[in-house]
Every structure is written in C-alpha cells, then in structure tokens.
C-alpha cells in the first residue's frame, strides 16, 4: 500500500538515481576502458585552459574532434624511433598541460568516426612537432616493446561517447608529414578492441592499418563515416559511404596565442 511517505519519498530516489547514472560511464565490453592511472607526468584527468608550456613533458593525449585532438611527438629534435619511450602530447587546444600545436602545421585533416573506434589522419609539416625532416617516422602504441607502452606513462582519452574515458587500446602511427591515430573506443563478440587497434602491421601503412579518405591534403575536412569497419579490411562496397564533408578552418580558434612556426634547418 503506498502512504503519503512512499509517495514523497519516491520521486527523491528516482532523482537520487538518474543523478548517480548520469555520473557513471556507459558500460563498456571488457578491454576497452583502460584500468590503470594516469603517467606520472600527466595531469589527473584532461583538462581544458591548462598554461601553455612549450617545455612539458606531459604524456596524456586527448581526441574529441577534429578542432580538439592532441598527438604525440618527440620533446627535441629527434627520430620517433629514438624517442618512442617519451615523446609527449602535442595539442591543437591549451588542455592537458601539454604542448600547443603551433599555427599553420596541418595543411590536411579527417576525422572518422564509427561504432568501434574514432580516427584521425592529417598531413602537415610535422617537423614543427620536433620529427627531423625526412624521417618516416614510427608507431606508437599502449604495449611497446616491454609491455609499458610507447611512450611509458602515456594516456590517451575521448569525450566521443558524451563524457571523458580513459581508452586501453589505440594507436598512432606518424612521420614529418603524416599521422593517423585510432582509438579504439568500443568492441563486441566478433571484434575485441586489441584487434580493432591491431598495429603490429604498422610497415604497412595508415591507409592499410587504418582505412579512410586519405584525399584530403590541403583541405581541413570533419568527416563521419557511419559504418562499423574491419581493423584493415576496406569493403569495396556501396555499404562504405561518407556523409558530406564540412570544411572547417583549424586554425581559426579565436583568443589562443600560438607558437609560431619554427625552423630545424
């Protein structure tokens, strides 16, 4: 039998729980949220407004969009293969603590979204980023060669599902021209995230590794793709299909005073 009491008290434990559920992440398959803490040098969540340090050594890099992402890259002039262990976050956005991404470094990006993971690919000229002209470059990833990832301490997070996570599996994949970067924010019985973020085919390339619109040098694109893609098998079919791209203009971010550019010369 409800009482006056029961329906006073009712209407404070739904609130009390819609308060609580709206706090808690969604459910993720296990695999996906990473379990441990942030590096060492990182700050203890991703942070907007953070001072702009073109000095730090902070390792958390951020993906939400295609104006909001951060990479990695090496701290001073060197290879990537050199400093794979503690190349540090580099931000388009003061956040992180991390470095800001000087103005005028991309002449290209796409940003790719599906079920299973988000992506970013661009071209510029990453040698603003501290990767030596003419270097290939590398792949990083959470693993690296002793299981304490590539960099060691280093984070990767989204806000794609609607708040901010902390993803396990993601890799990136970058040269003094071209990066691509995926993670791999979800997965189910067929596709697990380890494979979604399979990089042990890193020779291969970002278009064979991570398939997507790679014709985009020159124009800054925001790009969805809706369908759930194989980790590097690209269907040839009318089911892969691209919705129409925005153009946007990076750089415009108004109030952010920038690095310049800077020469290695």
């Known amino acids: 039998m409800l009482t ?7 209407p404070l434990i739904a609130a009390y ?13 296990p695999g996906v949220l990473a379990s441990g ?3 060492l040098t990182n700050p203890p969540r991703p942070t907007m407004n953070t001072a702009i340090n073109q000095t730090s050594m902070a390792r958390l890099i951020t993906a939400n969009s295609i104006e909001d992402f951060c990479i ?7 290879p990537i293969s050199d400093s794979e262990t503690f190349v540090v976050a580099w931000c388009t956005l003061p956040r992180n603590n991390a470095r800001l991404i000087p103005d005028g470094t991309f002449t290209g990006l796409s940003f790719l979204k599906t079920d299973m993971y988000i992506q970013i690919m661009g071209y510029g000229n990453l040698t603003q980023l501290n990767i030596p002209y003419g270097d ?3 792949e990083l990833d959470p693993h690296g060669a002793y299981g304490t990832g590539n960099p060691i301490g280093g984070n990767v ?22 990066f691509c970067l995926r993670i791999c924010t979800n997965a189910n019985a067929t596709y697990s995230a380890p494979y979604m973020c399979w990089h042990q085919l890193d020779i291969m390339g970002c278009e064979f590794v991570m398939p997507g619109n790679y014709k985009f040098n020159g124009t800054l694109y925001d790009v969805l793709y809706n369908p759930i893609l194989p980790f590097f098998f690209l269907p ?4 892969f299909f691209i919705l129409p791209a925005k153009p946007v203009k990076l750089m415009s971010l ?10 290695h010369s």
Do not use: C
């Not at 006056?4 to 009712?10: A, D, I, K």
């Not at 729980?17 to 398959?29: D, F, G, I």
């Open 4 to 10: 006056q009491r029961t329906l006073y008290v009712l």
């Open 236 to 239: 040839h079919t009318s089911v």
């Open 157 to 178: 997070t989204s806000n794609i599902s609607g708040t901010d996570l902390n993803y396990q599996e993601w890799m990136l994949f970058i040269s003094f021209e071209k």
């Open 136 to 138: 290939y470059g590398g």
């Open 37 to 39: 803490t942030m590096g």
């Open 72 to 78: 990695f890259g090496p701290p001073t002039l060197q």
């Open 254 to 263: 108004v109030g952010i005073k920038r690095p310049p550019l800077h020469s």
């Open 17 to 29: 729980v819609a308060t609580v559920s709206s706090q808690q992440p969604p459910y993720l398959p």
